[in-house]
């Protein structure tokens, strides 16, 4: 069989989970057949790598900038930049021609935002099966967020709902939407995507090799609390960090791992505004190679997701239950849905300081009991590893060609 997969970034050109999901859907198609890989690159070349059965086409957008360096424009270029990659034509000429050149069996979409929204016109148009998998909310608004705070209001109410209207003539209804949570697909319908399209939700892969059981847990007294993921607003880092300060407690100790805009903010915060006594139970260490997770979760009781704003299905929480960490988290979106409250970890209330305290007391007062919880989350997404995956995707696959 022939898979192709589409997806605005591929490693090592990326910036979240939502590049790894692809890379390990890519990595278990290639024992099933030949696989294709179509995505962008910030730069005015086209490449196009082929080892065996396995092809990478990397595809300049021709946008007035690449998607990674969205944080660097003004709101004028932004909106020039969503209209063009709504309806600006070359690359799906070369898209066109890639797909034309052999045939594929299955399409998979991922994030098309950055590469063009106007690639699903494309697949219909050659007639082939095209299955979507919803990463999170970029659909629905160009930030890819319905819950991000700091919004300019007459943008929200003015062109969000022009942008809905166009990315919903754009993607149509796919053969098959597979959305890792069910807060996510229902949002989708809601907004009225995807009335013809068959749907399933089904969380995201993992990969477990069993390595990351072999490094022995570092033993401490306190209880060692940690985030990992991006530093930004929406994230709710600062708002964690000062709960944690607000909590002032001794036999805790927080390590943030990650970068982002607002990481600068909390550095400054914590040199200006927090007592000697909490900065010394902080560490912030930056971004952290993927190659020293084992060693970070190995010295962490408790993952905690503050998030603001709906998330989707948070791959660190995968990876957490993947290193036998519970999980403490924010009730927004489909985060939840990853959780068995008091099994797996714990739910707060979003933005919520004394429930998130009171959640942190509760951890620490059963600090002996954490491991456990950490194996339950372990046989909770066994069943989600990415062998087990593909081959639920595959047969789900196969019930469109009846």
């Avoid at 629905?140 to 003539?169: E, I, M």
Wanted: charged share 25%; proline share 5%.
């Amino acid at each position: 069989m022939r898979f192709c997969l589409i997806n605005n970034l591929y490693p090592p050109i990326d910036r979240g989970g939502a590049e790894r999901i692809v890379e390990l859907i890519a990595e278990e198609l290639k024992k099933r057949g030949e696989v294709l890989v179509i995505t962008s690159q910030p730069d005015w070349l086209l490449d196009r790598q082929k080892i065996g059965d396995f092809e990478i086409c990397r595809l300049n957008p021709l946008n007035i900038y690449h998607l990674l360096e969205a944080n660097k424009q003004t709101a004028r270029r932004k909106l020039l930049w969503h209209f063009n990659d709504l309806f600006k034509r070359p690359v799906l000429h070369q898209v066109g021609k890639i797909l034309s050149e052999k045939p594929v069996d299955f399409v998979f979409t991922h994030n098309l935002k950055g590469l063009s929204l106007g690639i699903p016109k494309i697949i219909r148009k050659l007639k082939l099966t095209q299955i979507h998998t919803l990463h999170d909310y970029q659909l629905l608004d160009p930030h890819g967020s319905l819950h991000r705070q700091g919004q300019n209001l007459a943008l929200k109410h003015g062109f969000y709902p022009l942008y809905r209207y166009f990315t919903r003539q754009a993607i149509k209804s796919p053969s098959l939407v597979v959305s890792p949570s069910k807060f996510v697909l229902d949002k989708h319908l809601e907004y009225g995507f995807f009335k013809k399209s068959k749907t399933v939700v089904l969380p995201n892969p993992v990969e477990l090799s069993g390595a990351e059981l072999q490094l022995p847990k570092v033993v401490s007294d306190k209880l060692r609390i940690l985030y990992l993921g991006q530093i930004e607003p929406h994230k709710g880092v600062k708002f964690l960090v000062d709960s944690f300060v607000k909590w002032n407690n001794a036999n805790a100790e927080l390590t943030i791992a990650g970068e982002g805009s607002e990481l600068q903010k909390i550095n400054e915060s914590m040199n200006q505004k927090i007592n000697e006594s909490a900065r010394s139970r902080i560490k912030i260490l930056g971004k952290v190679a993927r190659e020293k997770l084992p060693e970070l979760f190995a010295a962490a009781d408790l993952l905690v997701v503050p998030s603001m704003w709906w998330e989707n299905s948070p791959t660190v929480i995968y990876e957490a239950y993947g290193y036998q960490v519970p999980v403490l988290v924010a009730n927004t979106g489909g985060a939840p849905e990853l959780v068995k409250n008091g099994t797996t970890g714990f739910i707060f209330t979003a933005d919520n300081q004394e429930d998130l305290i009171d959640k942190l007391n509760a951890a620490l007062k059963q600090k002996d009991k954490l491991p456990e919880l950490g194996k339950q989350g372990y046989e909770f997404i066994k069943h989600f590893e990415v062998k087990n995956y593909v081959d639920k995707l595959l047969e789900l696959c196969q019930t469109l060609k009846k």
